[in-house]
């Protein structure tokens, strides 16, 4: 057998690579005009405005209008729990329109690896405890597979905000010291709040309101002491 010259392997390489590319070229040209056929077809804003059905429908969640539209606390976690859901359906109205069995699957799958990774990593960082071993590798691998999902699913916003890359890079560091993100957030002074009200109430028939308050801090650090030991 004659050894191939190097030269006629890199000719090999370049054709089979040129031909690749226009393949590539084709398919790409070919979804373009599927897209704009489809654009053609379906009026401007229909597929906002039946995901924005789906959100208040199948998810139950509100915008806070007066905020720029934007979601509140507990819609957020209504959002993260739901978000498979919404975005089959969202898949199915896309391919329904006509844009193509592959471009629904794209838009499902380049959400879904952002979404699945942000909605652990934001329940565990707010979690106003300790974390487990477990829960801390969890954290961490989350954080470090939503930066790579978030540069390959939004290339145009590559450069994360500074809250992104702060729950990317910081957060990890962080757990790994501290064991927590969330016991020095403002949940965890929030989640005392309604303690802070039992204890209270506990202490509500007192008339001294030095005496009544202090017995509702002995209240409160009896309560705190028990979750500890939990």
Not at 172 to 180: E, G
Request: charged letters at 25%.
């Amino acid at each position: 057998m004659v050894p191939m010259r190097p030269m006629m392997m890199e000719y090999e390489w370049l054709s089979n690579s040129v031909q690749a590319a226009e393949k590539q070229k084709a398919e790409l040209s070919a979804l373009k005009d599927q897209l704009a056929s489809a654009e053609q077809k379906n009026p401007p804003g229909e597929l906002t405005a039946y995901w924005e059905v789906v959100m208040s429908t199948t998810a139950k969640i509100s915008r806070e209008v007066y905020w720029k539209n934007t979601m509140n606390g507990p819609a957020v976690w209504l959002f993260f729990t739901h978000h498979k859901k919404l975005l089959d359906l969202m898949a199915k109205k896309i391919a329904d329109l006509g844009y193509g069995t592959n471009v629904a699957d794209s838009f499902r799958q380049r959400h879904t690896a952002v979404i699945g990774p942000l909605g652990k990593a934001c329940s565990l960082a707010r979690a106003a405890r300790r974390l487990k071993d477990t829960e801390i590798d969890e954290l961490v691998a989350a954080c470090e597979e939503l930066g790579k999902a978030w540069r390959t699913s939004y290339p145009d916003a590559a450069v994360l905000s500074p809250k992104m890359l702060s729950l990317v890079t910081d957060v990890p560091r962080l757990v790994k010291i501290w064991k927590s993100i969330g016991l020095f957030g403002e949940d965890g002074m929030e989640a005392l709040h309604p303690k802070w009200r039992d204890a209270m109430l506990m202490v509500r028939s007192m008339r001294n309101p030095e005496a009544k308050f202090k017995a509702g801090l002995d209240k409160l650090h009896m309560q705190m002491r028990v979750l500890g030991r939990k």
